[in-house]
């Protein structure tokens, strides 16, 4: 079982937003924080990113960069600059074009996450992401994927968007692996829950069968440790005991259903790990704060 694929995966919500902009200075665009995971891709040029808090940072011809929860930053030709807002820095270089070549192309996208169920994994992430292509530079996978992707969008070929969804997804999961990757050994937390053997295997031993009833036993039993010590570092890197955990996973998977499609509750329930759709609905509604019937209506597919 992919831990990490399937928080992503389970937790995204809605479509992916992108798009691929030719710039040319001055610019400088400015993108507001939501609650998005944002990427960019230079396809070609170079600009800078400055983020609302720390360093600018210079991005050249193949850099990819992610910001995982979606900080305020600016794209601009240069350092420092104060950005006007996205739509209207587009609207603004599409009257601009010239025989001369642009001073950056990139590609810009965003993933949506679920608001009401945020996976502690993506707290930990820092603001951005930054994966040069020079240096140690960009891994020869991701370098692959970010020029199919800048390939695939606003092209007119057949089934394009669907390509460019799924390589959106694909380049997410690369960057995140790439920057874990890159942490010390011994780190804490998730980045050490994603590391340590033990509470690997238990996540995903509970990633794979949510519905089964464990309990910590049965999960040690599985994963081949002592209750005691899979109980003590498995809270102590993920944050919670592994039936706490559990719960609130079962609840990520609840709701995503209920966005996703039209399944009974009592249907629902059981393929979540509770016997009864009483049990659910409690269970639902503690984590939630809206009964299911209510999150259903009222969170767009």
Known sequence: MDVLAEILSTTRVGAAIYGRVELYAPFAMAFDRINKAGFHVVQRGTCWLTPAKGSPIELAQGDVVMLPRGWTHTIGHRPGLRGAPYPEVIAAQARRRSATAP??????GAYAFDD???????SVLPQVLH???????????????????AEEIGSSAVGAQTAARRLLDVLFLYVLRDWLERQPEGAAGWLGALRD???????????QRPAFDWSVESLATTVGTSRATLARRFTRLVGQPPLAYLRRWRMALAAKALRERDVKLSALAEEVGYRSEVAFHKAFTREQGVTPAVYRRDTPA
């Not at 001073?103 to 810009?108: D, E, I, L």
């Not at 040069?132 to 992707?149: D, F, I, Q, T």
């Open 116 to 122: 009401d169920a945020p996976h502690p994994l993506l």
């Open 131 to 149: 994966v040069p292509s020079a240096g140690v530079g960009l891994p020869s996978r991701l370098r692959v994927v970010a020029e199919l992707l």
């Open 197 to 207: 053997p033990p509470t690997q295997r238990a996540l995903a031993a509970l990633h």
């Open 103 to 108: 001073t950056a192309v990139v590609v810009c």
